[in-house]
């Protein structure tokens, strides 16, 4: 069964930023586990305002 990301930006933001916390020390790694594309979840999330800190490991 594949998993869905949130449509919605802010819960998708939720959604990714509890992931990187608790079980992938990196975005590629994420996205990898969601065959998502970085890119394309950068863009979506910047429409809310939000980078991605690769030191703090999570949208900002």
Given at each position: ?60
């Amino acid at each position: 069964m594949e998993m869905k990301l949130p449509k919605d930006p802010v819960m998708l933001l939720s959604f990714v930023n509890t992931h990187l916390r608790d079980r992938y020390p990196s975005l590629q790694e994420f996205c990898e586990a969601y065959d998502a594309d970085p890119g394309e979840l950068m863009e979506k999330l910047q429409e809310i305002d939000y980078r991605y800190d690769r030191e703090l490991n999570k949208f900002v």
